[in-house]
């Protein structure tokens, strides 16, 4: 059973960089796409954007010019760099397994991380 | 931008037959998919592709399309059902992933 552990750190200042991680443990690394998606408090989910193993990227336009996703495979972990932080980044932040938006038959996101609050305050 | 549109809220008693839409302006050629989501847990995927139950997933959930609506059902609520439900399908130019704003289903 694939699980999915994610860290980084929890508080930022306005105009720093987010960084997380989220390490894959069993199941396959490769066949998939990693994704971030993130809820503000009280609020719905949104998509940040997913990367599989050979680095291949997709991601939100409303994020994409700040959104940096990288892959490590000798790990089987993968990475988001938000930059530019605001208080709207303020959020849970989840890593998920799917499916490219592009691929016909993708499946949902059947594999969740435990979620990392970042809070973004001067 | 590409929404998905869903009820703020749905109420139904214990055992009644739950309904909650979500509508675009069109449904690709790609499918939807439903999560449920409980205070404090991660989102948990209950219908995949349109219609199919992920394994573990109780019968009384149920997916459905039609037109440009796609409808999860949940037959014979029970109070644990009680939980934020949110669809998700690809935008008008399968490039990125949409949720819809969810639904908070309450059982009386």
């Known amino acids: 059973q694939v699980q999915l552990q994610q860290w980084g750190a929890g508080l930022l200042k306005p105009s720093e960089t987010l960084s997380l991680t989220c390490a894959v443990y069993?199941?396959?690394?490769?066949?998939?796409?990693w994704s971030w998606i993130r809820q503000p408090p009280g609020k719905g989910l949104e998509w940040i954007g997913d990367i599989n193993h050979s680095g291949s990227t997709n991601s939100n336009p409303s994020l994409k010019s700040r959104v940096t996703i990288s892959v490590d495979t000798s790990k089987n972990q993968f990475s988001l760099n938000l930059s530019s932080v605001t208080a709207a980044d303020t959020a849970l932040y989840y890593c998920a397994r799917g499916q490219s938006p592009d691929y016909y038959d993708s499946s949902g996101f059947d594999s969740w991380g435990q979620g990392t609050l970042v809070t973004v305050s001067s | 931008s590409y929404e998905l549109t869903q009820p703020p809220s749905v109420s139904v008693s214990p055992g009644q037959t739950a309904r909650i839409t979500c509508s675009a302006d069109a449904f690709p050629k790609q499918y939807a998919y439903w999560y449920q989501q409980k205070p404090g847990q991660a989102p948990v995927l209950v219908i995949d592709k349109d219609t199919e139950r992920p394994s573990g997933i109780p019968e009384r959930f149920s997916g459905s399309i039609s037109g440009t609506t796609v409808t999860l059902t949940i037959s014979g609520v029970q109070a644990e059902d009680e939980a934020d439900y949110y669809c998700?399908?690809?935008?008008?130019?399968?490039?990125?992933?949409?949720f819809g704003g969810g639904t908070k289903l309450t059982v009386l």
């Open positions: 069993g199941g396959s690394f490769r066949g998939y796409y």
């Open positions: 998700q399908s690809v935008d008008s130019s399968g490039t990125y992933w949409v």
